[in-house]
């Protein structure tokens, strides 16, 4: 087994440097709780930005990939097979009646949203209006909905997107008319810092989008599969979109992408009009199928509630609490705005500590365990943080 130091120098000499780093090399991981490559143990309150939302090895997970891999591998989508067909039921039983498509990332889900969205509207209403600080992914159609430094460099992007603040009715029905295809947001922004909108904003945006005859898409590739304590964050608001996308937790730490669209909308995708080789493959499908049994059974969205609710209790009583400009979010979806102008040092001096927590926005640090993650561990977690904040 090589050190960090080692796996450090031969990482530099063989991959592209488009990540900023932390010096540590995972090696092993269960649950919430992580290993590196000198044996150093972490607590995990970000879970590979919520890709491991049931965190690692859940027997469960295991089981699941184990007996696939084991029986079928790849099909190809000309064929019919039944771990895509049992996700995509879990989706329209757990979000609303529509029909899946699945491929690997946010992204992609993006992509397709927006290819429907587009193919759908006509050609006389191209326009698709998305937020500022909102985030939707680094391919050319997604980054041309993501407005800000991200586009930087990338130019000429996909036009017809246009961008608006988040939770600001009036500019947005300033831009909305027409020539819309769709309105493209997250119910909770996350690469935003962790932005909740006023009460009775999604479901004004939902009355603006009938009125104008444009779409509703619901980026829910953070909120999604029970980040929010809800299986999906539109649930929150109670306001139903056209076109849901999904990501990150979806596949429980495997690549699995992925949009929900309505019976109408969907048709519009007839054979030969989208496609992903891989997309739906029985492996990550069948991992990804497991993911909603296991919250299901095991009542992680309450526990998500419960444990969230624990940790903005118990920050609010601490110590450090005087140093919190504000604590947002919902269910293991948190976000924590420091009074320092850059929370980079938090969690440096964290991690250094065995806490791995993540910072947005400069000064907002995202607190997102996986949903296994025990009273004991938030314990242990918040007094590493709290610490390092202090220290500071
Ligand atoms: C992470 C993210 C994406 C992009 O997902 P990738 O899997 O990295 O392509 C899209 N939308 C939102 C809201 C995200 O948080």
Redesign the pocket.
């Known amino acids: 087994m090589s050190g960090t130091t080692e796996l450090i120098a031969r990482h530099e000499g063989a991959l592209i440097g488009n990540y900023g780093k932390l010096p540590v090399a995972l090696v092993r991981g269960q649950g919430a709780m992580l290993w590196d490559a000198d044996g150093k143990e972490y607590i995990d309150f970000f879970a590979g930005?919520?890709g491991t939302i049931l965190g690692h090895c859940h027997p469960r997970l295991v089981a699941a990939i184990t007996a696939q891999a084991q029986s079928l591998w790849q099909v190809g989508n000309q064929f019919y097979s039944e771990p895509q067909i049992r996700l995509a039921e879990h989706l329209k039983a757990k979000a609303f009646e529509g029909r899946a498509f699945f491929c690997?990332?946010?992204?992609?889900?993006?992509e397709a949203a927006i290819k429907l969205a587009r193919i759908s509207a006509g050609s006389n209403r191209p326009k698709i209006v998305t937020m500022q600080k909102?985030?939707?992914?680094?391919?050319m159609g997604?980054l041309s909905a993501?407005a800000g430094p991200a586009q930087n460099g990338f130019a000429p992007l996909v036009p017809g997107f246009v961008h608006v603040p988040f939770d600001n009715l009036e500019a947005l029905e300033d831009v909305v008319d027409g020539t819309t295809a769709a309105v493209m947001l997250?119910p909770i922004?996350?690469?935003g810092g962790i932005n909740e909108p006023t009460r009775g904003y999604l479901r004004a945006v939902r009355e603006l989008c009938d009125r104008c005859g444009a779409l509703l898409i619901f980026?829910?590739?953070?909120?999604g599969v029970g980040r929010t304590g809800h299986w999906f964050g539109h649930q929150i608001s109670g306001v139903t979109p056209d076109i849901m996308?999904l990501?990150?937790a979806l596949g429980g730490g495997v690549?699995v992408?992925g949009i929900l669209a309505s019976p109408r909308l969907a048709a519009y995708f007839k054979p030969g009009t989208h496609g992903c080789t891989l997309g739906g493959n029985p492996i990550c499908a069948n991992v990804s199928a497991a993911v909603f049994d296991v919250i299901q059974q095991e009542n992680l969205l309450d526990h998500a509630r419960t444990a969230g609710a624990m940790i903005r209790e118990k920050l609010a009583g601490s110590a450090i609490s005087g140093r919190i400009k504000a604590i947002r979010g919902s269910g293991l979806f948190l976000g924590v705005e420091l009074d320092i102008p850059d929370a980079t040092p938090v969690v440096r001096h964290a991690l250094a500590n065995g806490l791995i927590v993540n910072a947005t926005q400069k000064n907002v640090l995202r607190i997102c365990p996986s949903l296994v993650i025990t009273p004991p561990q938030i314990e242990k977690a918040l007094t590493i943080l709290e610490k390092a904040i202090a220290a500071v």
């Open positions: 930005f919520g690997h990332s946010g992204a992609e889900a993006a909102g985030f939707h992914g680094r391919t997604a993501t997250e922004q996350g690469e980026d829910e590739v953070w909120t996308t990501g990150k690549p992408g």
